[in-house]
């Protein structure tokens, strides 16, 4: 198993997939950061189960990961609002503040932002979907953090309005 310390934020979609593989290779120690719950809708795109709808995505996601491979308990969950706290909150600044990795796996700019600007030396990633869902984007720092996450968005966007073929990447043209 890799013993490095990862959190990831957002415990949805995206989150819980990327959490899901990389476990199944035996990677990383995690603390998933999420305040939402599991509801009905989030069924069809989600790793969980329908037994565990109503119940708070982090501890759901951490609870699935630890059924997943035969080590001791080596997930947690901190239900905490990224931004906001709360009574978590303390929890929530010391695993970020003790990672070796940060994943964002949000699609909020706001926690992206807060993400890249955070005080701690762990090296970060952001994984999302584009808005129309046909693409995943991964964006990672290097090691070092010569570049955040900041600097791989600008680029990022920058390759989409140069680039022909991804003129619809970040949405439809408008018909005329």
Known sequence: PDPRKVVLVGAGTIGSHVADFLVRE?????TI????RLLPHNLARHVARNERVTHLKAHVLADHLNATRADPPFARGIAANLLAGGKDGASMEQALGGADLIIDGTASIVA????SDYGASARRSSVFFNPTGEAAVLLVEPTGRALTLRDLEAQYFGLVLRTEHLADHLGKQAET
Do not use: E, K, T
């Not at 035996?26 to 995690?30: A, D, T, Y």
């Not at 950061?33 to 939402?36: K, P, V």
């Not at 992206?112 to 993400?115: C, D, E, F």
């Open 26 to 30: 035996g990677r990383f120690s995690w």
């Open 33 to 36: 950061i999420d305040d939402d």
């Open 112 to 115: 992206a932002r807060h993400l």
